[in-house]
């Protein structure tokens, strides 16, 4: 649904993305993450034909935006940055004016979609008297009234509370499940991209320095809290499963592996086991080591 090909983007001279490439296929939630000033919002930006890239293209359901940037966006509805209203006039009047900007005003499916995503009572409402959350439904709303194919949201849940950020998590999850709506954001909040993401990008710097699915991310290895003595034997035990010992206290073993084998060789070999708990890697934790990995060095 959505290729992204080697883009580069230099703002006076200085890098802002380097090479970055990946693909979102249709159906798919993909997460783009990484610090501030990684790059993610101007990916977004030259997506969206807002930003001039240097060089590289967008391919958006094998449209180029290059070549095409008016019939690539009509698949895709997008909240980017900080979305901005008529203060005065109601989300209903909003509404109206932004759908003129791409096409006649439908009220069948406005009125549906403002059902959908909460705002009935307060439609009709200035959009001055709106919360932060009401005015993040508003433009999920916007975003939708063009019936796009991919959705493309920066920092979506941003200064939400945790009420709105199950709210719109549980709404994502459902446009997808029954629309097959395909989705890309940008997020700060990596519990959330856990839940809901199927595959992830992560930037550093402007550089692509990961890029695969959640699960396998998350499940090459489970961590093991293990309390067992002699503790020096365990290595030994676990080797033939093809786990590996971190200290006397944790252990490692492949997501595939029993860890009911394991334990069950463990008390055959006379290794006294206290406690042995599973203690699963967040996406949070592998964030942080690969961000290490890429950490820039001072070379003296």
């Not at 019939?71 to 909240?79: E, F, W």
């Not at 009420?163 to 909040?189: A, C, Y």
């Not at 402007?206 to 020096?232: C, H, N, T, W």
Request: some cysteine.
């Amino acid at each position: 649904m959505l290729e992204i090909n080697d883009l580069w983007k230099h703002f006076r001279g200085i890098p802002a993305l380097k090479g970055v490439s990946f693909r979102v296929e249709r159906g798919q939630i993909y997460g783009l993450l990484g610090h501030n000033g990684a790059g993610k919002s101007t990916t977004l930006g030259i997506i969206l034909g807002m930003v001039a890239a240097t060089k590289g293209d967008v391919v958006i359901d094998g449209i180029s935006i290059q070549k095409d940037r008016s019939r690539a966006l009509r698949k895709v509805g997008a909240i980017f940055e900080a979305p901005s209203f008529y203060e005065y006039l109601s989300g209903w009047q909003n509404l109206k004016i932004l759908m003129s900007y791409t096409g006649p005003f439908e009220e069948k499916l406005a009125r549906e979609v403002v059902e959908r995503v909460g705002l009935t009572k307060r439609i009709d409402s200035k959009v001055q008297t709106y919360s932060h959350g009401m005015r993040q439904r508003l433009a999920l709303a916007q975003a939708l009234l063009p019936e796009p194919e991919i959705l493309l949201l920066d920092e979506p849940t941003d200064g939400l509370d945790p009420e709105g950020i199950k709210w719109f998590r549980d709404f994502i999850l459902d446009l997808r499940k029954e629309r097959g709506m395909t989705v890309l954001f940008n997020s700060h909040l990596l519990a959330e991209v856990e839940q809901m993401c199927d595959r992830i990008a992560i930037l550093q710097g402007g550089e692509r320095v990961f890029e695969g699915p959640i699960k396998g991310l998350v499940e090459e290895q489970i961590r093991y809290e293990i309390d067992a003595d002699p503790s020096m034997q365990i290595g030994a035990v676990i080797a033939p499963h093809g786990g590996i010992v971190e200290n006397a206290g944790v252990i490692y073993l492949p997501h595939t592996v029993d860890a009911a084998h394991v334990l069950h060789d463990l008390v055959f070999a006379g290794i006294k086991v206290r406690s042995f708990t599973p203690k699963r890697r967040s996406l949070e934790d592998l964030y942080m080591e690969i961000k290490q990995e890429h950490k820039p060095r001072l070379i003296v």
